[in-house]
């Protein structure tokens, strides 16, 4: 039960995470991609970042979506993609 619970806390955490990057300033960028290459790669990431961070991080708010935003951060930059700020 409680492991069920986590899980949703991350993956609530997850989509609250994906709703702000939607809506700040900047941009990920990656020559020759466009937005689904970057929706392809960046929920695939998101789907690694959760399963992570639901293994790995005591529950609690800020350490979860820390965990989840510096995942997602560093798949995409593996992936090639750059956040740039105009």
């Known amino acids: 039960m409680k492991s069920l619970s986590v899980k949703l806390g991350v993956i609530l955490i997850g989509s609250l995470i994906f709703l702000v990057s939607c809506s700040s300033e ?10 689904s290459d970057f929706e392809k790669d960046y929920n695939e990431c998101r789907s690694l970042a959760l399963q992570q961070c639901a293994e ?5 708010y800020v350490v979860a979506k820390n965990c989840v935003n510096k995942s997602i951060n560093d798949c995409l930059n593996f992936r090639g993609w750059e956040y740039r700020k105009p």
């Open 26 to 35: 900047g941009k990920w960028v990656k020559p020759n991609s466009g937005e």
């Open 56 to 60: 790995t991080v005591w529950p609690g």
